[in-house]
């Protein structure tokens, strides 16, 4: 099966025949790396990335070999999802920076409204943090207030970058829903 073309691989992996996609993965894996690594500057993400990509490709009949080849298939799908992690990873660090500053901001002499304001804001993002799981809130501080990376966290807390990266992420969406209605807060 190593010597068969791209073309009967998909063909035999469409039939169950998982042995096929080991195939392909040893052929493209290299480039599927490679592209996401030089999108996503981070080693362990494009690692991640690159196991996501073979996933979606075994799982999804998306792909047609009449109409072009696997690896160009391969190559726009690592590079649409890289930028989209890209796209959220700037969306979630802009919201993050937006609320540390509201939690930090202060003025000199502020009015009574400004102080109430900001007394209300603290107290909802206050809240927010207590209403998440005891591992997000832990993670969540360790990484935007200690500025922690997400391998250190790892480490410190006996767990994998991955576990890290997707508990953060989850955390990140619940105070994002949490906190939408909040003032002063624009959160996209």
Same mark, same amino acid.
């Given at each position: 099966?190593?010597?068969?073309?791209?073309?009967?691989?998909?063909?035999?992996?469409?039939?169950?025949?998982?042995?096929?996609?080991?195939?392909?993965?040893?052929?493209?894996?290299?480039?599927?790396?490679?592209?996401?690594?030089?999108?996503?500057?981070?080693?362990?993400?494009? =690692?991640?990335?690159? &196991?996501?990509?073979? #996933?979606?490709?075994? *799982?999804?009949? +998306?792909? /047609?070999?009449?109409?072009? %080849?696997?690896?160009?298939?391969?190559?726009?799908?690592?590079?649409?999802?890289?930028?989209?992690?890209?796209?959220?990873?700037?969306?979630?660090?802009?919201?993050?920076?937006?609320?540390?500053?509201?939690?930090?901001?202060?003025?000199?002499?502020?009015?009574?409204?400004?102080?109430?304001?900001?007394?209300?804001?603290?107290?909802?993002?206050?809240?927010?943090?207590?209403?998440?799981? =005891?591992?997000?809130? &832990?993670?969540?501080? #360790?990484?935007?207030? *200690?500025?922690? +990376?997400? /391998?250190?966290?790892?480490? %410190?807390?006996?767990?994998?970058?991955?576990?890290?990266?997707?508990?953060?992420?989850?955390?990140?969406?619940?105070?994002?829903?949490?906190?939408?209605?909040?003032?002063?807060?624009?959160?996209?």
């Amino acid at each position: 099966m190593k010597n068969s073309p791209d073309a009967q691989l998909v063909h035999n992996l469409r039939l169950g025949q998982h042995q096929a996609l080991t195939v392909l993965y040893d052929r493209y894996a290299g480039l599927v790396y490679s592209i996401a690594h030089q999108i996503l500057q981070n080693a362990q993400e494009a =690692e991640d990335l690159t &196991q996501d990509i073979f #996933l979606t490709f075994w *799982q999804n009949n +998306s792909f /047609n070999p009449d109409r072009g %080849s696997v690896s160009s298939f391969l190559g726009l799908l690592t590079r649409s999802r890289a930028i989209d992690k890209i796209r959220k990873r700037t969306t979630a660090n802009s919201f993050l920076s937006r609320w540390q500053k509201t939690i930090t901001e202060e003025s000199t002499d502020p009015s009574p409204l400004e102080q109430a304001t900001t007394s209300e804001i603290q107290t909802s993002i206050h809240q927010a943090m207590q209403a998440l799981p =005891e591992l997000q809130r &832990q993670i969540l501080n #360790l990484n935007y207030y *200690q500025g922690l +990376s997400h /391998n250190q966290i790892a480490e %410190s807390l006996d767990l994998t970058p991955g576990v890290v990266k997707s508990r953060l992420r989850q955390a990140l969406v619940q105070l994002k829903g949490q906190l939408t209605g909040v003032d002063r807060l624009d959160i996209d």
